[in-house]
T-cell receptor
Framework: AQSVTQPDIHITVSEGASLELRCNYS??????LFWYVQSPGQGLQLLLK??????LVQGIKGFEAEFKRSQSSFNLRKPSVHWSDAAEYFC????????????FGGGTRVLVKP | NAGVTQTPKFQVLKTGQSMTLQCAQD?????MSWYRQDPGMGLRLIHY???????DQGEVPNGYNVSRSTTEDFPLRLLSAAPSQTSVYFC??????????FGPGTRLTVT
């Protein structure tokens, strides 16, 4: 069965420190990959996406992610975290044969310490 | 463009009541979907539609109905609400092979 795993439920990071959120997927085909962010009480905002091509993807708010096919991973990174980055982050996977159906990971909640 | 809109924002139902969650998009997207969000489980697909008149089940369809009579609207019906349907519901739209845009959500409590 298709699945998406975000191993870290919570991460606490100091403001100005780097951040890496992990995402692993289990799919047979080459996937489309997404990272979404959700601030408290809000909807989901797309941070970045990967469809094909360069495996290092730049997104909004200074985030980037790298697709590693050999590891079935799509980890999200930010070099220097701001207090406003405190939110919940979701990795999502789809693939062409399934149209736009997405499978989401369970989410990682990021807390930022001053 | 208003994007994806959802109404209501909040709703409290008693067990056994029915209701419809509204979703509309003004981006002429062919694909629309409903997800529910529960703590620790991410978002799970309830139903989706690839165009007007075409709907299909997602991962957790039981207890929900949908229809798609127009490109713009994709309402979600709860036929007989149960406490297990307490959740936050998100509607999304997009074009095939592209990212989806999410609405602000409806927080539903069933008592």
């Amino acid at each position: 069965a298709q699945s998406v795993t975000q191993p870290d439920i919570h991460i606490t990071v100091s403001e100005g420190a780097s951040l890496e959120l992990r995402c692993n997927y289990s799919y047979g085909a080459t996937p489309y990959l997404f990272w979404y962010v959700q601030s408290p009480g809000q909807g989901l905002q797309l941070l970045l996406k990967y469809f094909s091509g360069d495996t290092l993807v730049q997104g909004i708010k200074g985030f980037e992610a790298e697709f590693k096919r050999s590891q079935s991973s799509f980890n999200l990174r930010k070099p220097s975290v701001h207090w406003s980055d405190a939110a919940e982050y979701f990795c999502a996977v789809g693939f062409k044969a399934a149209g736009n159906k997405l499978t989401f990971g369970g989410g990682t909640r990021v807390l930022v310490k001053p | 463009n208003a994007g994806v809109t959802q109404t209501p924002k909040f709703q409290v139902l008693k067990t056994g009541q029915s209701m419809t969650l509204q979703c509309a998009q003004d981006m002429n997207h062919e694909y629309m979907s409903w997800y529910r969000q529960d703590p620790g489980m991410g978002l799970r697909l309830i139903h989706y539609s690839v165009g007007a008149g075409i709907t299909d089940q997602g991962e957790v369809p039981n207890g929900y109905n949908v229809s798609r009579s127009t490109t713009e609207d994709f309402p979600l019906r709860l036929l007989s609400a149960a406490p297990s349907q307490t959740s936050v519901y998100f509607c999304a739209s997009g074009n095939s092979g592209h990212e989806q845009y999410f609405g602000p959500g409806t927080r539903l409590t069933v008592t």
